[in-house]
């Protein structure tokens, strides 16, 4: 077997042997561990703590972290290919976000206690998707069951600790989002100037490059849905997926889930090994899987009828977790903006 460790430099978007084991691992534990009942019955705050501790003792977030911190040193790709399949089965759990918390923390030397606490499931970290100031408030994921929260307050990166996590805000998605504010418990400064600026930059494009790698799997088990069922529903005496207004919004999907998981894959390799040669690609990956996302919810929602619009259907938590994940962050269009100034960037460069 040849060694893919650099082929995603290049146009092969091959796993090696290791990175598939991984990938098939994670998809046997939440396919039995996360059906959608236990995805229900998690809502509306969108946590289950008991599938959480699971998570903990198979390692999700100690993989994360580098073996030089006291973790398994998983690569980026291989924690996109663990996201992807947790975003396949829509999992309640702050998975992304305690992910990028335990690599920021892992960056920051002083830190190695709050670490410890977050890779043994003790402690529960998220982060703040955008600067932030003295008083000043904004919806952070995972912080209505996280009472610690990573942020980049003026020219430091601070982790703010309250005694609780703050009240859930409720959401279309069935997120645990809560509103926070710098101000909200203790702060301890774990960087600052440049090297604060840095790690939370490196922090907030891993967020984006895993939220994006759960909206494809969300994307592609949407699409599995709705193509199994139309395999069963008949109309005129054939199988609805036969006709066209039926098999080539399908096909659609496909072509877009299957683009969004190779750029995911590619933004990944890029942003861990060459990390200022292909900037643009983070945001463009973000803003792709969400548009991926939102169509096969939609489409999966279509093909189904009438039944696909009822909460009943499984493919409704799709299309709400799809609304939720992507939003997150703002706009997902907006991240458009952000390839358009990086590529121009390089262009006077």
């Not at 046997?28 to 059906?35: G, M, R, T």
């Not at 969108?46 to 073996?67: R, T």
């Not at 942003?271 to 939102?294: D, G, W």
Request: charged fraction near 20%; hydrophobic fraction near 45%.
């Amino acid at each position: 077997m040849p060694d893919l460790t650099f082929e995603l430099r290049r146009n092969d978007y091959s796993l090696s042997d290791d990175e598939e084991s991984v990938r098939q691992g994670f998809a046997e534990f939440f396919a039995k561990e996360c059906p959608a009942t236990r995805v229900r019955a998690a809502e509306p705050l969108g946590h289950d703590e008991s599938l959480w501790h699971e998570l903990i003792g198979l390692g999700a977030v100690s993989m994360a972290v580098p073996e030089a911190a006291g973790g398994d040193g998983a690569t980026l790709v291989d924690l996109a290919l663990v996201a992807e399949e947790f975003g396949r089965a829509v999992a309640p759990a702050p998975l992304v976000e305690a992910m990028v918390g335990a690599r920021l923390l892992a960056r920051c030397g002083g830190a190695q206690t709050s670490l410890a606490g977050v890779v043994d499931g003790s402690r529960l970290v998220t982060l703040a998707l955008r600067p932030t100031s003295a008083g000043d408030r904004q919806l952070v994921p995972a912080a209505a069951v996280a009472p610690a929260v990573l942020a980049l307050d003026g020219d430091d990166l601070v982790l703010v600790t309250s005694g609780a996590p703050g009240p859930h805000v409720a959401n279309q998605g069935t997120t645990p989002l809560a509103w926070w504010t710098p101000d909200a418990g203790d702060r301890v400064v774990l960087a600052t100037g440049v090297a604060a600026q840095r790690a939370y930059a490196t922090a907030l494009a891993e967020w984006k490059t895993l939220t994006a790698a759960a909206l494809v799997g969300l994307a592609d088990e949407a699409k599995r849905l709705g193509a199994e069922f139309t395999k069963t529903r008949m109309t005129m005496g054939v199988p609805v997926g036969s006709l066209q207004g039926v098999s080539h919004p399908l096909a659609d999907v496909e072509i877009q889930v299957s683009g969004a998981r190779n750029l995911v894959r590619k933004a990944a390799w890029f942003l861990e090994h060459e990390p200022a040669a292909r900037p643009e690609l983070v945001p463009m990956a973000f803003s792709y899987a969400a548009r991926a996302a939102t169509l096969a919810t939609r489409v999966g929602l279509h093909v189904q009828g009438g039944f696909g619009f009822t909460l009943e259907s499984d493919v409704t938590l799709y299309f709400r977790r799809a609304k939720g994940w992507s939003a997150l962050i703002g706009d997902p269009r907006r991240e458009l903006l952000a390839v358009g100034d990086l590529l121009a960037a390089q262009t006077k460069d």
